[in-house]
Nanobody, 115 residues
Framework: QVQLVESGGGLVQPGGSLRLSCAAS????????MGWYRQAPGKQRELVAF???????KYGDSVKGRFTISSDNAKNTVTLQMNSLKPEDTAVYYC?????????WGQGTQVTVSS
């Protein structure tokens, strides 16, 4: 089993920044993909960004140029730096980890962008 614990959500004004972190624990494999997804009320969960252990990164179109994902394979953590936040970024953000064909989710952290 894998446990994912997110931190760093909160309330921020438009144009501001937030940093989300996620720590993985449990039975972990070096070949993996970690990422962030988000779900706004009434909408489907969507990709924010993911990073493979090789270093390959993919961003969702709506966050390109504003968000940066990074990981520390030794510490089994993934971080999402979010800049130039917009009200439409408001959502619950979920950390994910895929390994050995299984997908695990964190409990989610709320990000609210509002003045």
């Amino acid at each position: 089993q894998v446990q994912l614990v997110e931190s760093g959500g909160g309330l921020v004004q438009p144009g501001g920044s937030l940093r989300l972190s996620c720590a993985a624990s449990g039975v972990l494999f070096s070949i993996n993909t970690m990422g962030w997804y988000r779900q706004a009320p009434g909408k489907q969960r969507e990709l924010v960004a993911f990073i493979i252990n090789t270093g390959f990164i993919k961003y969702g179109d709506s966050v390109k140029g504003r968000f940066t994902i990074s990981s520390d394979n030794a510490k089994n953590t993934v971080t999402l730096q979010m800049n130039s936040l917009k009200p439409e970024d408001t959502a619950v953000y979920y950390c994910s980890r895929e390994q050995e064909g299984r997908l695990f989710w964190g409990q989610g952290t709320q990000v609210t962008v509002s003045s």
